[in-house]
Structure formats: structure tokens, C-alpha cells
């Protein structure tokens, strides 16, 4: 744990978020600035900074929670197709120094760029993430 860290602190449940999955390794919650709607980050529990630095075994866990979760992105979101991302370090464009992975929808003729995240991002309106989360943890039972 990592005081300093916004995602050790969405794990440990200090400051909420849209979480659509969680064990006792991975946490999967709805991104805040989404590139489309229905947008997810995967992320291990535990503080790693990049991907280099995750152990082997907690990384097939968080690629088995990317592939699932994945699934359930399309199926609540009708979508298709999708990207998975994931930035390490600064000039990679990383922002968040705790390893993650993205998981958007994509819809034809969107305007991204494939697996572009410096995106516009887009803004849930009143109810809608919460609707978006619902759907997706009903997609994964
Ligand atoms: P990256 O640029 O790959 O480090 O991506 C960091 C992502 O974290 C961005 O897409 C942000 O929108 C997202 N983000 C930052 N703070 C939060 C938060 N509190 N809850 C959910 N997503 C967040
Ligand atoms: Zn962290």
C-alpha cells in the first residue's frame, strides 16, 4: 500500500469507486474519465508500479480478471469490439503509478484512435455509471 496512491486507495476502500469485480488479488473498477462508456481499469490489489514489476503469478491473475471482465464489457455495453491498454512510465503516457490495465468498448466510427487514450473523455451523466457497473457485474455472473 502506497499512502500517496489513488488506486491502493479505491483498493482499500478508502475513496469509492464503480468497482464491477473484485477478489482477493484483482480489482476491477469503472474508469472516471472514460474514453467510451463502459471503460474499465484492472488493477492487482497490491502496489506495482509497472507491468516489469508485477510477479508473474499475480499477472496471469489480473490477465484471467482483463479477459472476463472484457466479455462483460461488451455484453453490457452491445459493443463488439474493444481495446486493452496499458501505459508504463511518464513518456508512455502513464498517469497513475499503480499498474492497470484498460478495457474500452469500441463502436464503429467513434473517432479513437485504435488504443488512443490521450482521448477526449467523455462524462457519465447522473445515474449512468452506476447503471454501466450494474450491467456489467450482471454480465459476469
Ligand atoms: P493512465 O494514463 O494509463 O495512467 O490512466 C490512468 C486512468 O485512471 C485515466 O484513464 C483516469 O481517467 C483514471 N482515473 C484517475 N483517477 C481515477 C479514479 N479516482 N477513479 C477511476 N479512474 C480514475
Ligand atoms: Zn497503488
New binding site residues.
Partial sequence: MESSC?FCK?AGKE?P?SIVYEDSKVLA?????PANKGHV?VIPRQHYVTLLEVPDSTLAEVAKVVKKVSGAVLKATKAKDFNVAQ?NGNSA????MHV?F?IFPRFKGDGLLAGR?NRP?LVYEDGEAKEIMKRIREALI
Avoid at 473498477?29 to 474519465?33: A, T
Avoid at 503516457?93 to 497513475?96: I, T
Fill in positions: 489513488i479505491i475513496i469507486a473498477f469503472l474508469d472516471i474519465s481499469l501505459s503516457g502513464q498517469e497513475v492497470h484498460h487514450l473523455a
